[in-house]
T-cell receptor, first 113, second 111 residues
Framework: NAGVTQTPKFRVLKTGQSMTLLCAQDMNHEYMYWYRQDPGMGLRLIHYSVGEGTTAKGEVPDGYNVSRLKKQNFLLGLESAAPSQTSVYFC????????????FGPGTRLTVT | GENVEQHPSTLSVQEGDSAVIKCTYS??????FPWYKQELGKGPQLIID?????GEKKDQRIAVTLNKTAKHFSLHITETQPEDSAVYFC??????????FGAGTRLFVKA
């Protein structure tokens, strides 16, 4: 039981490049979330999903897209990276209506130059 | 939208002393208040949570109190140990949806 895993752990992009972050969970959770963490600002919700095939915007969705084609996976895409997207990205999952606790992955450190 | 304020941003205590972190929230509809601990280089991990129908919850050395009228909740750690040193986040949400986090408190426990 690996819990929540994230790929990759580190990435450096140039401005304008694109990339996809992968999150996978093996706990059969319904809900999945993507957050970014910046110094002094805690975690901010980018997008979330309440089930396979559904996604919704969080606090800071601009510049990001997501997809949830399979229940266990949640992908975060950056179509045209900007330096303002330099951050640590965390994925989380939860049971949803039957359990609110969120389980977090180890994070991906992204630097955009 | 919901806003969560957390104080202090940094807290330094002597081993064995107590530590208290306070948070306020703005949305009176919030009904779930978790606390997360984040160690260096790792993702946050839930340490305790409380729902709005409960005023206090305790788990060994950790306790959380909730005042719905004043819209604030607090984390209390007693008999602190060096391994309690970490960043702590409070959060508020409605049934776990769109969780809003505080900015975090960096706790140092000096041996």
């Amino acid at each position: 039981n690996a819990g929540v895993t994230q790929t990759p752990k580190f990435r450096v992009l140039k401005t304008g490049q694109s990339m996809t972050l992968l999150c996978a969970q093996d706990m059969n959770h319904e809900y999945m979330y993507w957050y970014r963490q910046d110094p002094g600002m805690g975690l901010r919700l980018i997008h979330y999903s309440v089930g396979e095939g559904t996604t919704a915007k969080g606090e800071v969705p601009d510049g990001y897209n997501v997809s949830r084609l399979k229940k266990q996976n949640f992908l975060l895409g950056l179509e045209s990276a900007a330096p303002s997207q330099t951050s640590v990205y965390f994925c989380a999952s939860s049971f949803g209506e039957t359990g609110y606790e969120q389980y977090f992955g180890p994070g991906t450190r992204l630097t955009v130059t | 939208g919901e806003n969560v304020e957390q104080h202090p941003s940094t807290l330094s205590v002597q081993e064995g002393d107590s530590a208290v972190i306070k948070c306020t929230y703005s949305d009176s509809a919030s009904n779930y208040f978790p606390w997360y601990k984040q160690e260096l280089g790792k993702g946050p991990q839930l340490i305790i949570d409380i729902r709005s129908n409960v005023g206090e919850k305790k788990d060994q050395r950790i306790a959380v109190t909730l005042n719905k009228t004043a819209k604030h909740f607090s984390l209390h750690i007693t008999e602190t140990q060096p391994e309690d040193s970490a960043v702590y986040f409070c959060a508020a949400s409605i049934k776990g949806f769109k969780t809003i986090f505080g900015a975090g408190t960096r706790l140092f426990v000096k041996a």
